[in-house]
């Protein structure tokens, strides 16, 4: 890299290997299906929030605990694409 220091270019080399590595984290099927349905959740809520959370604080973040209540508020107040997409995050 012309006009990179080579620390910067080390560094940046090194980095770069690190993402093509595979993850070392284990899960079981169950653990990464909840970590998609916590996920999902957390996009619903940060896409309906003026509509449905409007009450909730914006930096929340729906944990596993909190899906049902998540997929709930969207049913009562999301309109027919809010009652599909609750149908999907319980399914």
Same mark, same amino acid.
């Not at 909730?56 to 009652?83: C, S």
């Given at each position: 890299?012309?006009?990179? %220091?080579?620390?910067?270019?080390?560094?940046?080399?090194?980095?770069?290997?690190?993402?093509?590595?595979?993850? =070392?984290?284990?899960?079981? %099927?169950?653990?990464? &299906?909840?970590?998609? &349905?916590?996920?999902?959740? =957390?996009?619903?809520?940060?896409?309906?929030?003026? =509509?449905?959370?409007?009450?909730?604080?914006?930096?929340?973040? %729906?944990?596993?605990?909190?899906?049902?209540?998540?997929?709930?508020?969207?049913?009562?107040?999301?309109?027919?694409?809010?009652?599909?997409?609750?149908?999907?995050?319980?399914?």
């Amino acid at each position: 890299m012309d006009g990179v %220091p080579q620390e910067l270019s080390a560094y940046l080399s090194r980095i770069g290997r690190k993402g093509g590595q595979r993850s =070392r984290r284990t899960l079981t %099927p169950d653990e990464a &299906r909840r970590m998609v &349905r916590v996920r999902e959740a =957390r996009k619903l809520y940060a896409k309906y929030h003026t =509509r449905c959370f409007w009450n909730a604080p914006g930096d929340f973040k %729906p944990g596993l605990a909190d899906i049902d209540w998540v997929a709930e508020r969207l049913r009562k107040h999301g309109g027919r694409e809010g009652w599909e997409a609750a149908s999907r995050l319980c399914h």
